[in-house]
Structure formats: C-alpha cells, structure tokens
C-alpha cells in the first residue's frame, strides 16, 4: 500500500492559473507574488466591484511588537512631549496621600520642621539688623568726616576690604602678662638633688632645672651600666626622699636625661592669656585655627591646630571647668571673624553669658536637659554631607578651595557642659546624636568639646575611641590618660594629642574676666573702641 504523503502540496505544481482557481474558490488569501499579468488582471477585477478580502494588503497589520507612533514620555534632556500634560506637584500629591493620617512621628517631624524655618528666619532677621546697624554707624562716621573737613567729601567704596586691625580685636585688650621673676632653667645650683641621689644608692646626677612658674622639674642622668629593671624600685625611693606630695616621676624621657622628677613649685606664678598669644604663632593673626592652651614643664607654649586636634575630651577638676575651653574659644575669636568660625554651647552655667552677645554663636544656648539640643547641629551636619559629596569632595578644606568667599562653610565648635548627666539619664536620642557628630563632624568642620567634671561616673569606652584630643586633670584612677593620679589639684593636667600616645604635661592659661569683657565689647560693637 502506498503511503500518503504528509503534505499534500509537496508534488503540486504551482502556476497562474492554479493560483487564480485557488482565489476564486475563496479558500484563503495566498501570499505568493505574482507577474504583472496577474496584476493587471487583479486590477480589473478590483475594478469590478471584488471583495476586498482577496485584495493583498501591501501593509502588514501592526501586530504587538510594532510601534506605530513616538511614545508620549518624559524626557530629562528634551522634555515632555506632550503639551497638555499636567504638572504633578509632589507636595501637593504628598500631603493629599496625608491629609487624613494622624501619626506622632509625622507630627514630629513637621514640628521639627517648623522650628527649623523659625530658626533659619530669626537668624536672617538678625542678620539683617546687624547690616542695617553697620550701615548706620559707617553713616554716622562719615557724616562726622563731612563736618570737620572743609573739603569736598571723598565717598567710600561700599565693597572695600577691611584690614585685621579693624575686623580682628587689638593684642592690648588682653591685658597684662605672667610674671617673669621665677627661676627659668638652673645648670648650677643642684647639690641638694645630687645630694638626694647619692643617699638613696642611685647612680646618677641631676643636669638641668627646669619651670614654667607653676611646675619645676630636674632632669637626671643616669650611669650608662644602670639597669632599666630598676627604674621602678627607684622612683619609690625618690618619692619617699624627696617628701613632696604630687610628686610625678617620668622615666620614659628619651635623649640625654632617662628620668624626669616633676613637682609643684612653692610661689606659683599664673599663667595669663596674653603671654600664650605673644609668645606664640598666634601673634602673626593667622586663619589657621590654631588655639593655645597653656605651658609645658619645659616652659613652652602649647598650641595646637583645631582641624587636627578634631573631638576633645576635658576631664575633671569642676573647679577648672572653664579653663579648657575659655582658651580655645578666646584664641579663635582673637583671629577669625564669624564667617569663618561659629560655636555653640550647651550649659545651664551662667558663667557663659558674655558668650550669647557674639555674632560668632552658632545659635542659642541650650540647656543640657533639652533633648534638642542638637538638633540644629545635626541638620547642618547632614546638610553638609550633602552638599560635599555633591561638589566631590570629603573634608571641609576641599570644599572651601572649590567654591567662593561668600559660599565658604565656617568651622564649629559644640560645647557640651557636664555630658556626664547626659549619659546618666541615659536619652538614647541625644547619645545617638553626639555618636553621629564624632563619626561624622570632624570631615564637615564640626568639633565637639565634651566636659565630663564628675570622675565617680562612668564614661563609655566607645565614647573614648572617638575622640582625638583627651585632656585630663587630676583623676586617681586614671580611667582616661595613665599617670593622672600625680597631678596636683588646680590648673595641672595631662593631654594627649592624635599624633603622639605619650601624654604632655600642661599647665592651663587663665583667662580673665576682665579681657573676657573686653573682648566682646570689641566684637559686639568694633566701632566703637573707646568701650576698650
């Protein structure tokens, strides 16, 4: 039996005339081309008034995958295409989605807000009133130019630079300096310590008698066949032989002298403000955010760079308190001008009311128990944020190279006074915020200055590593920097700095009340120099 094949039009011939049949027979519309012939026939029966459905189409119907025309969509480089479309407006869309939801957290954050743009508004106003206030006093003043000159008046440009002996306040408001009748350096009169040596069976003299008027120290060199496992047998000897109390002894002294005796002096000589700022880099009003803080044993001046120094630590001494950062802060306003240097404090303290007059302030003091009390802080921090890592830069120093004068960000100190009662009421949204501004402030030009007076509370390890420059006054357990169990109570205190682990032996300037005064008498009204 022969078998059929599977397609029935495989031995077909196809022809003209096999295809016209096909057509008449209405079977289906059949794709093949044909002569010109069958066109003209085709032709003339389209003519005849033939179905169109045995017309070939000559354009193939648009199936899903076919475009027929430009989408009506939005562009970033050109635009909509589309004239009437409608703007969408995304707060209006927002606050509809919103318009009937009650939530807490939604509530705060439009108070947040709120306060924000009362406090951006307050701050233009002020801002405002101390333009005005400077145009009339430069009126004033040339007005009085008018009258005492006969001849013609010579108009002031407005955009004219100021020199610094106008803008910055004068070295002679600072008042007087330290006293210098102490004994400095002594290489000869050191028989009572050779004296002390030679008791005890420590072989060895002492070379060099230093002081800064407030600390004296000898240097002491010991024979070159001295074993170092004795080091400590011999400073308990000193201790008790020289029967002074706060008696530090220092061993770990490189050079020509292997041990250092550290000791208050009898008749303490103050140490003023004013001979930091003479005796030191300060003198040449540089911006370089330099501070000063004190002396070293060795009688020299501590200054140290802000950017560097990053968060700072102070420890101890409720006394002292405010030494630490009356420096700092009195340093910084001798030399920069309020659009390069802000601050902020934190502190139930009225000691810190001559601050709230400055232009220099950041915004307004807050208490220690508001818990937003950095909440303007955190906004500039992360506006900060956003703007560097649009202009592609990661620190402030960058960032100011880039842009313009007028756009410049001003670096910022936040002073916390007593953080210990922060921690002991235990806010974790005000910890949250200060963790955030150490992990994050030192890049954007924002500095914290932690005060944490109360020894017998604990402080965080995690707070700690943290912070770059610890300051530590006399702690006997010595939980910050070792070796603060030998201080004496008063203006002594160890400091260690990011760029050296071995701590540094300081003794903290003084800052009057009187030069205090004088200072912001001069920021908050520099026309007037007779108030000085």
């Known amino acids: 039996m022969r078998r059929r094949s599977r397609n029935r039009f495989q031995d077909r011939k196809f022809s003209n005339e096999t295809i016209d049949d096909m057509k008449l027979n209405k079977r289906f519309p059949f794709p093949f081309e044909l002569n010109e012939e069958s066109k003209k026939e085709e032709s003339i029966k389209k003519d005849s008034s033939q179905s169109d459905f045995l017309e070939r189409r000559s354009v193939k119907r648009p199936s899903s995958q076919t475009i027929t025309k430009a989408r009506v969509v939005p562009s ?12 969408y407006d995304e707060t209006a869309e927002y606050r509809r989605k919103f ?41 004033k003043k040339r007005k009085v130019v008018e009258s ?24 002679s408001i600072l008042g007087r300096e330290q006293d210098e ?50 080091i400590d047998d011999v400073k308990a000897q000193l201790e008790g032989a020289l029967r002074k109390e706060n008696v530090r002894i220092v061993s770990e002294v490189l050079g020509d002298n292997n041990i250092q005796i550290e000791f208050p002096v009898d008749n303490e000589h103050e140490i003023l403000y004013k001979t930091l700022f003479l005796n030191s880099s300060l003198k040449l009003r540089k911006n370089d955010f330099r501070f000063a803080l004190g002396k070293t044993v060795d009688n020299r001046i501590f200054t140290y760079e802000l950017r560097k120094a990053g968060h700072i630590l102070i420890y101890g001494n409720e006394e002292k308190s405010t030494e630490v950062i009356d420096n700092l802060l009195v340093s910084l306003l001798m030399n920069h001008s309020d659009h390069a240097f802000n601050f902020k404090i ?10 709230d007059n400055l232009s220099h302030k950041f915004s307004e003091r807050k208490s220690v128990n508001d818990n937003d009390a950095l909440s303007d ?5 992360n506006r900060r944020n956003v703007q560097f890592r649009r202009a592609h830069v990661r620190n402030i120093q960058s960032f100011n190279t880039r842009v313009k004068q007028e756009s410049r960000k001003s670096s910022i100190i936040v002073y916390i006074d007593e953080v210990d009662k922060i921690f002991e009421r235990n806010n974790p949204e005000v910890i949250r915020q200060i963790l955030q501004i150490l992990k994050q402030g030192k890049a954007l030009g924002i500095h914290l200055v932690l005060n944490h007076t109360n020894t017998d509370a604990s402080i965080k390890y995690q707070l700690l590593n943290l912070i770059q ?3 530590s006054y006399y702690d006997k357990n010595n939980r910050v920097i070792e070796g603060a169990d030998k201080l004496f109570e008063g203006n002594d205190c160890l400091v260690t700095i990011s760029t050296s682990n071995r701590p540094v032996r300081l003794n903290i300037g003084t800052v009057t009340d009187e030069v205090l005064d004088n200072i912001v008498k001069y920021l908050t009204n520099p026309a007037d120099e007779s108030k000085v």
Do not use: C, M
């Open 181 to 230: 009748d102490f004994v400095k350096y002594d290489n000869e009169n050191l028989d009572e310590i050779n004296r002390i040596l030679n008791s005890i069976g420590i072989e060895g003299k002492a070379t060099e008698y230093i002081s800064n008027g407030v600390v004296g120290a000898y240097n002491i060199q010991l024979n070159r066949h001295f074993k170092l496992s004795r």
């Open 76 to 87: 970033a480089i050109h635009g909509t295409k589309n004239p009437n479309r409608r703007e």
């Open 469 to 471: 420059t610890k300051i």
């Open 346 to 355: 934190i502190s139930d303290d009225d000691i810190f009311n001559p601050y």
């Open 377 to 381: 802080i955190i906004d500039e921090l």
């Open 99 to 139: 318009e009937y939801h009650e939530s807490p957290i939604i509530a705060d954050i439009v108070k947040k807000r709120e306060a924000k743009e009362a406090r951006e508004r307050s701050r233009e106003a002020a801002r405002l009133k101390q333009e005005e206030r400077q145009k009339e006093l430069e009126y």
């Open 148 to 171: 005492n000159t006969k001849e013609a008046p010579v108009t002031l440009q407005e955009d004219r630079r100021i020199g610094p002996s106008k803008t910055l306040p004068p070295v």
